[in-house]
């Protein structure tokens, strides 16, 4: 697989209703998983953690409601998600971008079983990698 880039866009608390309009919008396939799926805590148990829309004309549109106490201003809500399952050329990515910068999230294996990690680049660019887990 290769890797991709697209949008990652967070919500306040309405992430479902959002990327189900946007699967009006572009059709598709949405998948979405709740907070409650990874995290017995409590907190906001069916908001969205992960959404993910994959449309037929070769989109790819992520999104998630923020976290519970995360502030979230819309039109500054996005972030670049680079995924996919090569290894060596992620974590390349990962070292490049984060030079200079600063890490919200360590690269490091995480709670689905991807290796995940956030961080902004020396230029205010959010960025988050994803490394999927081989089987």
């Not at 999104?63 to 992620?90: F, K, W």
Request: hydrophobic share 35%; with cysteine.
């Amino acid at each position: 697989m290769a890797s991709t880039l697209n949008p990652y866009i967070n919500f306040s608390g309405n992430a479902r209703e959002a990327m189900e309009f946007y699967e009006q919008v572009f059709g598709g396939t949405l998948k979405l998983n709740t907070f409650k799926e990874f995290d017995d805590s409590g907190q906001a148990p069916e908001g969205i953690m992960h959404a993910q829309l994959e449309t037929p004309s070769g989109y790819t549109i992520m999104g998630a409601d923020s976290a519970p106490g995360q502030q979230n201003n819309p039109g500054n809500n996005m972030t670049v998600s680079l995924s996919g399952d090569d290894e060596d050329e992620l974590r390349g990515y990962w070292t490049k971008l984060a030079e200079g910068g600063s890490v919200g999230v360590p690269l490091e294996k995480q709670m689905w079983g991807d290796v995940f990690g956030m961080c902004v680049d020396r230029y205010g660019v959010p960025w988050m990698v994803n490394i999927t887990a081989s089987s």
